[in-house]
């Protein structure tokens, strides 16, 4: 026996599996309990094009699941796209109840809730919301905004620097905070990096298992921003490890600066199905990005070193007076061997 809630705070947990894979498509973890209240399916969503979350869950229960309670993490869908309404597939199975923690915002898909409610169904909407809000962090806000949701990235001492004064900037934090940069490489859809650091640190922008250097399966898009096309014919961005789209002014536009259209960019990432893009690499480019309101998170490794002179970890971020900084809030602080990496999210204008 589960209570609902313990049901959904384990199908929270489920969804995170998806984590990477799912895009463009969400994270969805669902259980299934039976009409005594014990766990009878579960399911989460793989791969975009596969089963959803629930459907996993009832191919597991059968018949166990009829006249029980389906718990799930996002609204059930009401449409037919690579699969059909699980909506539909709930009310065959004959469910009673239906305990959902977010509605669904695609409005392709969303309606399933009124699908139930009109079949005679209950259905209880909002349990552990904020903590599966959380969870599909980067697929809700790039459905809202119609952009993948960003993260800037970047490494920097205590007081700030991201490379000395001589401009050596490799191994600012440990090899523990490198590797955890990999996990998180390993959970976007793209890497964004500017046509600078390309060009001062060769970076590959590739998902490597640190002990021995194999690249993982799954590679995100590397993108570099690069206003007049100079990035080098040997960079290992063009390396054939991962798909790279090099992303001139020509290409996707010009912004107000006179450089690439970053509203654009991003528009025709999400048109081609990444949901959330790490920006990496150029405290130029961060500040271009945050000036222009389209950073949604900051993940900061801080090495328990102080350079005084040196470079900035970030560059004109169009603030020029108190008033005018920009706002966030802690979401986490973790001890990553021996720096600390903190995560915060960007309060809205
Ligand atoms: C999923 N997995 O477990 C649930 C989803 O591309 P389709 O046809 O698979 O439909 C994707 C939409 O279905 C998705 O954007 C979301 O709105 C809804 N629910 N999607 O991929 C799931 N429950
Ligand atoms: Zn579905």
Redesign the pocket.
């Known amino acids: 026996m589960v209570t609902e809630d313990e049901a959904m705070r384990r199908a929270v947990a489920l969804a995170a599996r998806g984590l990477g894979t799912?895009s463009?498509?969400?994270?969805?973890g669902?259980l299934l309990l039976g009409p005594d209240g014990t766990v009878v399916g579960e399911?989460?969503?793989a791969y975009?094009?596969?089963?959803?979350?629930?459907?996993?869950a009832l191919a597991q229960a059968g018949e166990r699941a009829r006249g029980g309670t389906c718990v799930?993490t996002?609204?059930?869908?009401n449409?037919?796209?690579?699969?059909g309404p699980?909506s539909e597939a709930l009310i065959q199975a004959g469910l009673r109840r239906v305990v959902i923690a977010v509605d669904?915002?695609?409005p392709?898909?969303?309606g399933g809730a009124a699908t139930l409610r009109a079949a005679g169904l209950q259905v209880a909407t909002g349990m552990r919301r904020a903590e599966a809000e959380l969870g599909n962090i980067a697929?809700l806000t790039a459905?809202r905004r119609g952009r993948p949701f960003v993260t800037w990235k970047f490494a920097a001492t205590l007081d700030g620097r991201s490379a000395a004064a001589d401009g050596t900037s490799q191994w600012v934090s440990s090899s523990e905070s490198r590797f955890d940069v990999h996990v998180l490489r390993s959970t976007v859809d793209a890497i964004v990096a500017g046509v600078g650091t390309v060009v001062a640190d060769d970076p590959q922008l590739t998902v490597r298992d640190l002990r021995d250097g194999s690249l993982a399966i799954k590679q995100p898009l590397r993108v570099v921003v690069d206003t007049h096309g100079r990035t080098p014919e040997g960079a290992r961005v063009r390396d054939a490890a991962a798909p790279t789209w090099i992303v001139t002014a020509a290409e996707a536009g010009h912004g107000p600066d006179g450089r690439v259209d970053l509203h654009a960019m991003l528009t025709e990432l999400y048109a081609r199905g990444i949901r959330s893009v790490l920006l990496e690499g150029g405290p130029t480019l961060a500040g271009a990005f945050l000036a222009a309101g389209l950073v949604d998170r900051v993940i900061g490794y801080v090495a328990p070193k102080l350079l005084g002179a040196g470079r900035s970890a970030l560059v004109d971020a169009g603030v020029g007076t108190i008033a005018d900084a920009l706002e966030l809030d802690f979401t986490d602080i973790a001890q990553i061997g021996g720096d600390l990496r903190f995560t915060a999210t960007l309060r809205q204008k």
């Open positions: 799912t463009p498509n969400p994270v969805v669902c399911g989460f969503h975009a094009g596969g089963p959803h979350a629930e459907i996993v799930v996002l609204e059930p869908c449409h037919t796209g690579r699969t699980c669904d915002p695609n392709v898909a969303s697929w459905v």
